[in-house]
């Protein structure tokens, strides 16, 4: 099993800008993918950005250029460094560990990002 620990998020004002950290510990297999998602109530949880453990990164169209996915040397840690943040990225925030040789998906206990003047 795969553990999950997340860290960071709060209220920032429009512009301002927030680091997620997300820590996985457990049956780390070599073939995974980590990342985040985000929910607001009544809307479906969406993709926000992705890393594979061989270093592809993929974002959501309303984050590109805002949001940065990065992660640790030992490849067990990945932040999210939101920049420019705006009133629309309200949401909480989802890290999730996708094991793909498995398919199964553990999920963070997910952290609030509130932006708001």
């Known amino acids: 099993q795969v553990q999950l620990v997340e860290s960071g998020g709060g209220l920032v004002q429009p512009g301002g800008s927030l680091r997620l950290s997300c820590a996985a510990s457990?049956?780390?297999?070599?073939?995974?993918?980590m990342g985040w998602f985000r929910q607001t109530p009544g809307k479906q949880r969406e993709l926000v950005a992705r890393i594979t453990n061989g270093g592809s990164i993929d974002y959501a169209d309303s984050v590109k250029g805002r949001f940065t996915i990065s992660r640790d040397n030992a490849k067990t840690t990945v932040y999210l460094q939101m920049n420019s943040l705006e009133p629309e990225d309200t949401a909480v925030y989802y890290c999730?560990?996708?094991?793909?040789?498995?398919?199964?998906?553990?999920w963070g206990q997910g952290t609030q990002v509130t932006v708001s003047s």
């Open positions: 457990g049956s780390i297999r070599s073939i995974y993918t």
């Open positions: 999730y560990f996708r094991d793909i040789i498995s398919s199964s998906t553990t």
